[in-house]
């Protein structure tokens, strides 16, 4: 017998409340500017693992801009969707759904999707010229180090993939704190007011940010990188309490005009100014700037749509792919000197489509394939997938 919420309606309603459509639709849209952003870095003065021959400082405003909130974002809705997870799974059953999505697909990458775009970047800087199967066998798989090491690179590497390596850290820490707080009590415990979930993260961010600045920057290595894991779990911890207070949502929403406004002031600030100040005002753009967006999704976006289930499924994997195609094109497109308009378009189209049509002949399909990229079983994935519980990845 199919169960329906007319039959049940109080189970319909309180589905309703937990369903947050637009945090879904807001994942989407930070992985896909993280391809433009990877593209934009082949053009500007900051290290990155392949650089064009023509670069263009100009854009560097626009990078900061993007860059100050889409990875807060991204690990205050990780936050969030853990909440629900734990909620669902309990501790235990989390921590194991969350090792057996994101630890696979950990490796798949680390060993299988990055060694073409390192080997891209040997060959670019005349390194080395061995074919692929031989560097990929001889020297990336032994971890031979003799050919990175000068580039102050390592292999094996998670490269870009060092967001789900600190997800999943974070997550099996919240699985192990939760469990342990369960045990201790049984009691209820008050709500937040909404008005510290709003107010304290720009000050963590701030905080955050002048100590990067300062004491401990940024690494992405895991081990000697506590500057950025003190913003980054800032930010989880934020999406994690403010997940089931629909005080806060609704707050967000009512005053997303506001936000945007402090959001274009700030952001107008922070290309005026340098270090220190730039650290303080970015800090405080990037929390007006998700507030925004937040707020507008909410008022705009929280609905299910079969293009929202597909695209939240294909993120994942699309992420993992998109820099080695990104690197590989850039490499061989880069001697061409076409106009710079056609490279960029041609860069940004062959990275979503490659991307998305490896996902869609190679890893959609194919239950092995679907586990190594982290993608749910078809059985479950056919389920609905809109509640944001289903989007932690």
């Keep these: 017998m199919q169960y329906t919420a007319k039959m049940f309606p ?20 930070a992985f896909t500017t993280l391809i433009f952003f990877h593209v934009g870095m082949l053009y500007v003065s900051w290290r990155y693992n392949l650089k064009s021959p023509r670069l263009y400082p100009a854009i560097e405003p626009w990078m900061s801009a993007l860059s100050a909130w889409r990875l807060a974002l991204l690990f205050m809705i990780s936050g969030v969707a853990s909440r629900f997870l734990i909620d669902k799974l309990g501790p235990s059953g989390f921590a194991s759904n969350r090792l057996r999505r ?39 798989l032994r971890a031979n180090q003799t050919l990175v090491r000068p580039l102050g690179m390592t292999m094996p590497t998670w490269d870009h993939l060092w967001f789900l390596v600190y997800l999943l850290l974070y997550t099996l820490a919240a699985a192990a704190l939760v469990s342990l707080a369960r045990r201790r009590t049984t ?43 003190l913003k980054w779990v800032g930010m989880f911890v934020t999406g994690f309490a403010a997940a089931r207070q629909d005080r806060f949502w609704s707050l967000l929403e009512s ?25 303080v005002v970015s800090g405080l753009y990037a929390w007006a700037a ?102 932690a990845s």
């Design 255 to 279: 005053h997303r005009g506001k936000a945007l406004a402090v959001a274009a002031i700030l952001l107008a600030i922070q290309s005026k100014v340098n270090d220190p100040a730039w650290s």
């Design 102 to 140: 994101l630890l696979p697909v950990i490796l798949t990458g680390m060993f299988v999707v990055i060694p073409p775009q390192t080997y891209v970047v040997l060959v670019s800087r005349g390194i080395t010229h061995m074919d692929f199967p031989t560097f990929w066998w001889t020297q990336y």
């Design 290 to 391: 998700i507030c925004a967006l937040c707020g507008f999704a909410r008022a705009s976006l929280n609905r299910p749509s079969p293009l929202l289930s597909h695209l939240n499924e294909a993120v994942l994997p699309v992420y993992v792919l998109h820099q080695p195609i990104l690197l590989i094109t850039a490499f061989w497109l880069f001697p061409l000197r076409l106009a710079l308009p056609v490279e960029v378009l041609l860069l940004v189209s062959a990275t979503f489509l490659g991307s998305f049509a490896l996902y869609e002949a190679f890893i959609r399909p194919f239950a092995a394939t679907r586990f190594l990229f982290g993608v749910k079983p078809k059985v479950l994935s056919s389920m609905p997938r809109s509640d944001v519980a289903q989007m």
């Design 187 to 229: 009691r209820a415990r008050p709500p937040i007011s909404p008005w510290i979930l709003i107010l304290a993260p720009p000050v963590w961010l701030v905080f955050t940010n002048l100590l990067i600045l300062t004491r401990a920057p940024v690494t992405d290595a895991l081990v000697n990188d506590w500057g950025a894991h």
């Design 10 to 29: 109080e189970h319909a309603i309180e589905r309703r409340t937990t369903r947050k459509y637009f945090l879904d639709w807001l994942r989407v849209l």
